[in-house]
Structure formats: C-alpha cells, structure tokens
C-alpha cells in the first residue's frame, strides 16, 4: 500500500527506543517514535550560522544565535515590545523580528538530547535551561500565553504578567510548519485587541495555512489534509485511562483485529498529536469541524523523554499543552494514527 506522505509534522529527533523503567532496548519491532522516525526531517546540516544569526534549514526560519538577547525574563508584553525595539533598531541588520509562534518554537525542540533538548549540532549561545514566551495565547485563558522549556521540551501556559525570557525569530518558513489556527489576539488581561501591529502570533498567522475543509471522513478513519496524516476517527483506544504499555498493546490489538483494513495503525509521536491543536480552541483544543468521536482529555504519544526515559510525552488536548506522564501510571488514553 502506498504510504502517505507527512507534509508538516517534523521529526522529533528520537533516534532511541526504552522501556518503561526507562532503561535503552533495541528498536526492532517496538514501533516507538525512536524505531519509526516518521515525519519530515532535514538532508543535510540542519543549522547555517551567519553573523549573529542562524538560518534553520529544516523550517526556513532564522533565529538570533544568542538564545537570550534580552538577558533578563520580561513579561509577555514587555517581550512584545522589546521585539518591536529589536526591530526599530534593525537588530542585525533585520527589522521583521518577532515571538516565535508555539509551533515555531517547538521546531527547535529534539526529543533525543536534554539540557537543553536542542539538536546536538545546533550553534546556539546563551540557551537558558527555562521557559520561554511565544506569540501564541492560550485560548483557555487568554490573560496566560504559551511558553516551552527547554531542558526537557515541555510546552504549556504562564500568566502574561509573569516573567520569562524570549528568543526572536524571523522569515516565512519553508512550507514545513503548519499555522496554529489562532486568529484573534488579546492583551495581558485576556481581552480581545486588534491583532494590526500586536507581534501576536493572530496577527502574522504564520506558517502552512489550512485547507478547507481540513478533514476528510474515510470509513473508521479521518484523513487530515493538512498534515497527510490519518487518524482513527475514534479517538480512544480503551475504555480508561492506560498504562505506556498498554497503549501500544491496545494499537497492535486493533491491528491483529483487521477491522480497520490493510492499514498499519501506531502511536502518534508527540509532535502528531500536536498538529492537530487548533490554538484558538479548548476543551477539546481542536478544529472546529473536526469529526472525531470520543475525544479524551489526554493522551499518549510513541515519544520518550529523554529528559527522564522512565516517562513519554503526552499532549493535553483539552488545553492543547505537552507535557509528561510516568510510563507504568495509568495517566492517559491511546490514540491511533497511520502513514498509509
């Protein structure tokens, strides 16, 4: 059967499979993300330097290569601002700089590497092992905005008066990332602003826009055709919450049952589940016309962390963040996903 081809979910960097007290196995036959390595991922040299910048040639987007040119955390609107002062003062010789979007900044992220969770050839200086603001708000409650850490590459949602740090981005992309879905922006308080001139990830929507409609019912499956992805249009596997074990056993029993087809059916990795947040939803944070039923509000991905590989990340879909899960707790549900 042909496969389909993954347009804008990136590799997660997992090149490693372990089990669930965290100890390193052989990949053959686990269909981790460690053993699969599914998604779009880069030919060549990742990083190009340049003077003070560095042009990521997986995504087609240039960062500053200090990773913390502000020194100090700020708020969400003094990063704002601070942004709009690199660029007022052609800050590198570049006046487009603005936050990151959160699936811009994940970009970065490498499941395979801690402290910090950045590809090991990255030529990045001054990388803080905290949380950093992006342009994106989170739409369970806008007075918060997303923020990743990078020591392990968690992503979830800090009070806008808060401080944490920044890292600026510029250009378009190649066509590799998708947009977040968020079209709307607000100030610290939470109340809509006009998005003209904000930096806000609403106001630039940048990345791969959505098609129209986004998905498209095939039988028990839904096709994404966003991502090229195909997911069970039930979304969960079992009838509770489950073990990391247990979901991949509760994927290979769908499998062996052969009711879905010819189809080979695996754990998302962590940046699949992602794909499907719609930034400007909650409860579920998904596309508005999605057609899925029996959607839970968290569940677990093939990806490990390596930050500590006892535990695997897991998406929480009712407010869209990436976070953890212990792998022997019975913590989340099990969602299945094909490449064919």
């Not at 992503?155 to 808060?162: A, L, R, S, T, V």
Request: a neutral charge.
């Amino acid at each position: 059967m042909k496969r389909r081809t993954i347009r804008t979910v990136l590799r997660t960097g997992q090149r490693r499979c372990y089990d669930s007290e965290g100890r390193e196995i052989e990949c053959a036959s686990t269909s981790q993300d460690g053993a699969l390595q599914p998604g779009v991922g880069c030919s060549g040299d990742r990083f190009e330097p340049r003077e003070g910048v560095a042009l990521d040639n997986l995504t087609g987007l240039m960062w500053t290569r200090d990773a913390n040119p502000a020194e100090f955390p700020l708020t969400w609107r003094e990063a704002l601002d601070y942004v709009d002062r690199l660029n007022r003062q052609k800050h590198l010789d570049f006046n487009d700089w603005r936050l990151p979007n959160r699936r811009e900044l994940r970009s970065l992220i490498s499941y395979q590497t801690r402290n910090p969770a950045l590809p090991e050839d990255h030529p990045f200086e001054n990388l803080f092992m905290g949380w950093y603001w992006t342009g994106t708000t989170a739409a369970i409650n806008p007075a918060y905005a997303w923020y990743v850490h990078f020591e392990g590459g968690r992503m979830f949602y800090g009070k806008k008066d808060q401080s944490y740090l920044l890292w600026p981005v510029r250009g378009s992309g190649s066509g590799v990332l998708a947009a977040t879905g968020q079209k709307r922006c607000f100030d610290s308080h939470g109340g809509v602003t006009p998005c003209s001139g904000s930096g806000q990830d609403g106001g630039f929507r940048a990345g791969v826009p959505w098609p129209t409609p986004r998905f498209e019912e095939a039988g028990d499956a839904v096709v994404d055709r966003l991502t090229g992805l195909r997911w069970l249009r039930s979304a969960s596997l079992t009838e509770g919450p489950v073990s990391w074990r247990e979901a991949f056993d509760s994927v290979k029993e769908l499998n062996a049952g052969g009711s879905t087809g010819a189809r080979q059916w695996r754990l998302p990795t962590i940046n699949e589940l992602e794909s499907l947040v719609d930034a400007d939803r909650h409860s579920p944070a998904l596309p508005e016309d999605h057609p899925f039923r029996e959607v839970r509000d968290a569940y677990w991905s093939s990806t490990s962390s390596a930050f500590e590989p006892d535990w695997a990340m897991a998406l929480y879909l009712m407010k869209g963040a990436v976070g953890v899960g212990q792998k022997k707790g019975e913590h989340f549900h099990a969602w299945a996903v094909s490449s064919d």
